[in-house]
């Protein structure tokens, strides 16, 4: 028995070096995407202002429009020639769909997209390292490694690195999330490891149930993909403003031009949060589902109405409300991306906020 004690308590001390190893080398891949966008900031890409002002000017002939018709006068031969009109319609906010994305954080450096895939590579090998501390924890406490807080944002952030990946590896060009996801990575691991560590130990009775492992970790999935999309979706307010500006004839600053050029377009961001939010969307209407069943096999009811509970509902009428909007005349684009920024507040509201301000019975935070 003092051996496996020994063994486990050994298990949990190589799982603390490893995320602290890991964070090491998420620090180093922060700096090279640091200098990756700094080595793209040498390049002048502007195609963003190029296609809203080629859009602007036409591209051949006189143009007059009435009433959202375009017609064109086109001369041949001294002979005027009315040709077909053509019906303009504006597109919804942040769908300019003949806008080009921009060319990521390299800019089409040489150097900045070396230092790219240096940070990619350092992301891959701290993923590694993370994916091993969980690994290990879990095997110390020999169950699943997401009973309290710190092992729940271990977990969360490896699983939303895993995400990041799986995407490249997909051939999804979204690098340009590289910077944001490791930077919220470290920022994580710094309050899993200083304000929310919890000495391995086993669960309470009411946590040791199978759903555990169908409900938590369902919830973190859903969580760690909802944060992609949330990146997006803020990433796209901005670009969205961006090209509002450059189509109105306004100049945007120098660093706003240099950072925002380089991103997808509006209508490309919106795009990928949306088909992210839609995709997860089902899976946490699900994992609702499956903790009011591990609630009445821990507790003897489906539903009490406690705060994780109230919040966890709030978060899926939040995301119901964003993908409605969707479908709504008059809200798609920033209003809907505001209900979806808004619906992943709730989200961290409901980890973060109700496990350290609120007394319930999913109160096993750990702090």
């Known amino acids: 028995m003092d051996i496996a004690v020994a063994a486990n308590e050994g298990l949990a001390e190589f799982s603390n070096v490893l995320i602290k190893s890991a964070m090491a080398v998420y620090a180093l891949a922060f700096v090279a995407h640091i200098v990756e966008w700094v080595f793209g900031s040498r390049s002048k890409v502007a195609r963003t202002a190029a296609a809203l ?32 009109p053509e019906v303009v319609t504006r597109s919804a906010t942040g769908r300019r769909a003949d806008v080009p994305d921009g060319p990521g954080a390299a800019g089409g450096d040489e150097k900045g997209d070396l230092y790219g895939r240096i940070a990619v590579s350092l992301t891959v090998l701290a993923f590694l390292l993370h994916f091993g501390a969980v690994l290990t924890r879990a095997l110390s406490v020999q169950r699943a490694p997401w009973g309290n807080m710190y092992e729940f944002s271990t977990a969360f952030s490896m699983v939303a690195v895993g995400a990041y990946l799986g995407f490249l590896i997909a051939k999804k060009d979204i690098r340009w999330i590289g910077l944001p996801l490791v930077t919220t990575v470290l920022l994580d691991l710094g309050l899993a490891i200083v304000v929310f560590y ?23 999935v859903c969580g760690a993909l909802f944060y992609i999309g949330a990146v997006s979706t803020l990433l796209y307010l901005f670009r969205d403003r961006y090209e509002a500006k ?122």
């Open 198 to 220: 919890t000495e391995s130990d086993q669960l309470v009775p009411a946590l040791d149930s199978y759903w555990m492992w169908i409900h938590v970790s369902l919830a973190i």
């Open 246 to 367: 450059l189509e109105a004839g306004g100049k945007p600053g120098a660093l706003a031009t240099s950072v925002l050029e380089r991103l997808p377009s509006a209508a490309s961001l919106d795009g990928f949060a949306y088909r992210i939010n839609a995709a997860v969307f089902p899976f946490w209407t699900f994992t609702i589902i499956a903790g009011a069943i591990w609630a009445e096999n821990a507790w003897g009811r489906y539903w009490g109405w406690d705060p994780k509970e109230v919040w966890s509902f709030i978060t899926w009428v939040g995301y119901a409300a964003y993908l409605h909007a969707r479908a709504t005349a008059g809200w798609k684009g920033r209003k809907a991306a505001y209900l979806a920024v808004i619906a992943f507040l709730c989200f961290l509201f409901n980890y973060y906020g109700v496990n350290i301000f609120f007394d319930g019975l999913h109160s096993y935070g750990g702090v």
């Open 53 to 84: 002002t080629a859009k602007d000017t036409g591209k051949a002939g006189s143009t007059a429009a009435a009433g959202g018709v375009s017609v064109t006068v086109r001369t041949s031969g001294g002979t005027k020639v009315l040709e077909k």
